[in-house]
């Protein structure tokens, strides 16, 4: 289910476009402005949750059993 930016909590997938029409990449929100993603070719990373990846979010969604838990 599609959620606000305001409400999005740990677990929520972050779907971004980077460099592209079309959404193209996702991460998982961890809480405290970080997130965890996964850039082909490396190991899965937590980065800040900044203006970079921000700017590129089209939406924030929540596995629908998790919304009113």
Same mark, same amino acid.
């Given at each position: ?7 999005? =909590? ?6 971004? =476009? ?15 402005n970080l997130m965890?993603?996964h850039n082909q070719?490396n190991l899965s990373? *937590? ?6 990846? =921000?700017? *590129?979010?089209?939406?924030?969604? =929540? ?7």
């Amino acid at each position: 289910v599609e959620i606000e930016p305001a409400e999005m =909590r740990e677990g929520d997938m972050i779907m971004m =476009r980077i460099q592209s029409q079309v959404t193209n990449h996702a991460a998982i929100y961890l809480g405290n402005n970080l997130m965890l993603h996964h850039n082909q070719g490396n190991l899965s990373t *937590r980065v800040p949750y900044g203006d970079y990846w =921000r700017n *590129r979010t089209v939406r924030i969604v =929540r596995r629908k059993e998790l919304i009113d838990a």
